[in-house]
């Protein structure tokens, strides 16, 4: 979910939970009158525990090395926490009438499935336990929490000259390049089943098989004119890039040759052109992790950069806001909780059986 990535997953210490309808009974007296598979209200909205743990088996039915129930217990706290503040977003959207439209949310899937055929795109749903409609619920909630924080903090971002400067004159040493250096961008996909996706689709290969057959659906998207950026957002299995349109930054020539294949391949390019299809490998074992498209976005030779330089001051233009960007969301964040009535019923029941 886009809110994942917003909030800040909070590690737990627990112990052992089953999700029951008996255990999920929780100890307030206040309890009697909500259902017993309400988790937790927001606002007296009800978070059940049936949504739970669907969640629960959608994000980490798929490994096949089941955590022990102590470490599940911490999972199923860590995923009510994320569904309570996915639900103050929800609310807080709707108040300001930013809820998604059965319109996005059809377009949004219609892009979904570009890349697969009705029945590939039906077996992923089976494969994720999810249904058609709880993708396009989800799909709702993560294009409506891009609306919110657009209005409410994008918006309001300005960066200007003044900062540019004087950013620059503090770290001017970072634009001198020893070497040369190749502003890159990435669409990364793997197999591996321990990697959660880090894309707004929360789309994820399940196997060396599907990564395969998903980069090369993806390289085809951009072959047939589609944005890297948009793609690498929606597709991307990177969660370090994949927000920001797969950009890797600035990678040194020398760092490029420790995966020689993806060195060859980028060096052939010119600035705007991507590469075909590149295996990730593992330098030790030189087994294949996964798969990559790269974009070269541009070239720096070695030497000083000036203020003047365009490329310069666009690169500092975009780390600034970034980190105001996050700023501003974790005060927003924090305020929007403060102001929410939340009951974690799960987290009650879960002390009071540790307490026998």
Same mark, same amino acid.
């Given at each position: 979910?886009? +809110? ?13 939970? +089953? ?39 959608? %994000? /980490? ?17 860590? *995923? *009510? ?8 977003? =929800? ?5 300001? #009438?930013?809820?998604? @439209? ?26 994720? #336990? ?24 994008? @918006? ?58 998903k980069i090369e659906a993806l390289h085809t998207k951009l072959d ?10 929606? /597709? ?14 600035? +990678? ?6 420790? =995966? ?13 052109? /991507? ?11 030189? %087994? ?7 974009? *070269? ?7 000083? %950069? ?11 233009? @975009?780390?600034?806001?970034? +980190? ?8 927003? /964040?924090?305020?929007? %909780? ?19």
């Amino acid at each position: 979910m886009q +809110v994942e990535s917003a909030f800040t997953v909070r590690a737990r210490s627990a112990a052992f939970i +089953v999700l029951s309808a008996t255990l999920l009974i929780a100890a307030s007296g206040c309890r009697h009158s909500l259902s017993p598979d309400v988790v937790a209200t927001v606002n007296n909205k009800e978070i059940l525990g049936a949504d739970l743990e669907k969640y629960y088996k959608a %994000r /980490f039915g798929e490994n096949p090395q089941q955590p022990s129930p102590e470490q599940a217990s911490i999972l199923h706290l860590n *995923l *009510l926490q994320q569904l309570i503040d996915d639900e103050i977003l =929800q609310q807080r959207a709707a108040k300001f #009438n930013l809820t998604a @439209s059965d319109e996005d949310v059809n377009a949004k899937l219609t892009e979904m499935k570009a890349p697969y055929t009705q029945d590939e795109f039906d077996r992923s749903l089976q494969q994720h #336990n999810q249904t058609l409609d709880d993708l396009k619920r989800e799909v709702r909630r993560q294009l409506t929490t891009t609306k919110l924080l657009n209005k409410e903090i994008e @918006s309001k971002i300005n960066i200007t000259d003044a900062q540019i400067g004087a950013y620059y004159t503090a770290h001017k040493a970072e634009f001198n390049f020893i070497e040369p250096q190749y502003h890159l961008a990435q669409i990364l996909v793997t197999g591996a089943p321990s990697q959660q996706p880090g894309n707004l689709q929360n789309n994820k290969a399940s196997g060396d098989a599907d990564a395969k057959k998903k980069i090369e659906a993806l390289h085809t998207k951009l072959d047939n004119g589609e944005d890297f950026g948009n793609v690498a957002m929606n /597709f991307s299995e990177d969660k370090d890039t994949a927000s920001s349109g797969g950009d890797m930054g600035f +990678v040194a020539d020398s760092a490029l040759h420790s =995966q020689p294949a993806a060195y060859d391949s980028i060096t052939k390019l010119k600035p705007g052109q /991507f590469t075909d299809v590149v295996p990730i490998v593992d330098p030790q074992s030189h %087994r294949t992790m996964g798969y990559a498209l790269y974009k *070269l976005v541009s070239k720096e030779v070695a030497g000083q %950069r000036e203020l003047n330089d365009p490329s310069v001051q666009q690169r500092i233009r @975009s780390g600034l806001r970034e +980190v105001r960007a996050q700023l501003l969301k974790d005060a927003y /964040f924090e305020v929007l %909780r403060d102001d929410a009535k939340v009951h974690n019923y799960l987290a009650d029941q879960i002390l009071k059986d540790g307490a026998k």
